[in-house]
């Protein structure tokens, strides 16, 4: 089988387990907070996983999140919450309605060669302003008042809300996610590479490098925009402050860079790190200091792991999954603790494992004889 | 038959006049070689034939079609590559990237998959497949020259247009650049080379092209050219010796 055969039936796999998921969670009389924590990690994944298709694959820098997921969030809050659309019907037009916002800004930016990467990141930024006062000043779509998401019907065939938008995040989640790695594996991804590396050089050679910036930005818009149409229902009062804010760029950045810009698995790792670190910090009261130290965190951990967190996992592939099993089987045989909070510390356990720098690690896996000197890249110079 | 063929090429930077009415055929199959004092505009030339600078005026026609004013990745598609001064490699990228990348969007586009077996074939003309596997940051000077080379021959260009490959190397590896640019030129290429080297420029081109503060002041067969008054007065200040 071919490695992308393997992949999409990986992906496949993953999908059916995590749609069966409900089911079980019902049967099992799981608390309802998992199905709320999971899908919140798939909107987190996928506004990260679309980022990252523009910024990571190309290094353009995007502050646009915000102004994608702002455009859905309204997009289905207006068809749906006041047009009174299906909401199954409005949830296309929401990533729609994103990819137009940013293929007309890419029109703009990407066209004006002498537009550097800094504009480039401004404008992302201005735009998210820009979309906020047009929401504030048209009643049409908010007026300043806000508007309410909780009376929207959904298709029976959902089932409950819970489930309902469960369901519809894993399906965007896992589109989002197969898109990234479709293009990371195509000459679209290749050439985005090459853009970030050096545009002018890849131009050069024959590549359409304006197209190929559309094509990221386009992607990236969209799928931030879906997800967004979605999470209207999940916000339940959609308001212009609660949606154009800083935090959804701010976090994305976050989780992408933890996670690796250089993979299409960065940011999904790094979504799943953050996230499951902030939500039971919240949950355990501490929101005062949350910021504190997830950003003390990020310092260390960016700084101690620069590729990302992912290659890094996948180096030492076989110690992350013996500490990650370990903590995960300690604890469910003493500890009663719910699962996501056994899930954190199996995850902090092996983050610990990850900050340790590769010259160290090089030396305990040699003095445990796990692997021959010949692994050891400055003994081999040394020969030469 | 003329490959190239560019008149009144005009190119001005805020108001300093680097190419002025710029009249260059370029004959397929010929080794042309562009000389000139610092500052004349030999790199202007390259950048505004490659599509990296637009031109301000003039007629510049590729294979008998106009290519004037297009983008570069229009004009690589026509098959014109070029190699850079200071090499120029996708820094994240392994020697086999850097080729399969140029090959795949080049002046046909072709498959990924197709593209690695392409990327070895060059890297093994240009003697850089025991690098193939190495990350850019581990060759020297002359691998990265070799390899802009690679990378502007998996193109398949007609043209390629060599920017001062030979700055920065030592006698034995501009020996071997001569060597491995006269296997390119072997393979039906057309080539415009610029470069400081008097000696390699003589012996390697069929015609000379002399520029001089964005003017061309002299043209024609190597001896000749390098014989012409104009052309002694422009690098040496006007005195014969």
Known sequence: ?384 | MKLLDCRGVRKSFGGVQALQDVDIAVDEGEILGLVGPNGSGKSTLINVLSGFFPADAGQVDFGGMSIFGQEANEIAAHGIARTFQIPRPFATMTARENVAVSYMFGREKHSLASARLAADEWLDFTGLAQVADSNVDELNLQQLKFLELARAMATEPKLILLDEVLAGLNPAEIESSVAMIRRIHDRGITIVIVEHVMRVVMSLSHRIVVLDQGRVIAAGQPESVMNDEAVISAYLGGKRI
């Open chain 1, 1 to 384: 089988m071919t490695s992308r055969g393997r992949a999409l039936l990986g992906f496949g796999v993953v999908f059916l387990a995590l749609l069966a998921l409900p089911h079980i969670a019902s049967r099992l009389d799981w608390p309802g907070f998992y199905l709320t924590f999971l899908f919140t990690a798939f909107f987190w994944i996928t506004q990260s996983s679309s980022w990252n298709m523009l910024t990571g694959y190309s290094g353009y820098f995007s502050f646009g999140q915000g102004a994608w997921f702002g455009v859905g969030v309204y997009t289905t809050a207006v068809l749906a919450g006041k047009q009174s659309w299906g909401f199954l019907a409005a949830l296309p037009l929401a990533g729609v309605a994103a990819l137009v916002v940013g293929l007309l800004l890419g029109v703009v930016v990407f066209r004006l060669r002498s537009l550097g990467g800094e504009i480039f990141a401004l404008t992302t930024l201005a735009i998210a302003f820009v979309l906020a006062s047009i929401a504030r000043i048209f009643p049409e779509i908010d007026g300043g008042r806000g508007s309410f998401m909780t009376s929207v019907p959904l298709p029976e065939f959902l089932g409950e809300f819970r489930p309902a938008v469960y369901r519809m995040t894993l399906v965007i989640m896992m589109l989002t996610v197969l898109t990234a790695y479709l293009i990371y594996e195509s000459r679209l991804g290749w050439g985005l590479f090459a853009i970030r590396d050096d545009e002018q050089v890849a131009r050069g050679l024959g590549e359409p490098v304006f197209r190929y910036k559309m094509a990221a930005l386009g992607a990236n818009a969209f799928f931030g925009g879906l997800m967004g149409g979605v999470w209207a229902l999940q916000i339940g009062f959609v308001t212009v402050e609660d949606v154009f804010n800083i935090r959804v760029p701010l976090f994305v950045i976050l989780m992408s860079v933890l996670g690796g810009t250089r993979h299409w698995m960065g940011p999904v790792v790094g979504s799943v790190i953050i996230f499951t670190i902030i939500d039971r910090f919240n949950s355990a009261g501490f929101e005062d200091f949350n910021q504190v130290f997830i950003g003390g965190l990020l310092i260390v951990l960016v700084l101690a792991v620069r590729e990302g967190i992912y290659l890094r996992l996948r180096e030492r592939w076989l110690a992350a999954g013996v500490i990650f099993a370990t903590v995960m089987i300690l604890l469910t045989l003493f500890n009663p603790s719910s699962m996501v909070w056994k899930f954190l510390w199996a995850l902090l356990a092996t983050l610990a494992m990850a900050l340790v720098p590769d010259r160290a690690w090089q030396r305990l896996a040699n003095r445990g004889g796990a692997t021959t000197s010949a692994a050891d890249p400055e003994r081999e110079k040394v020969d030469v």
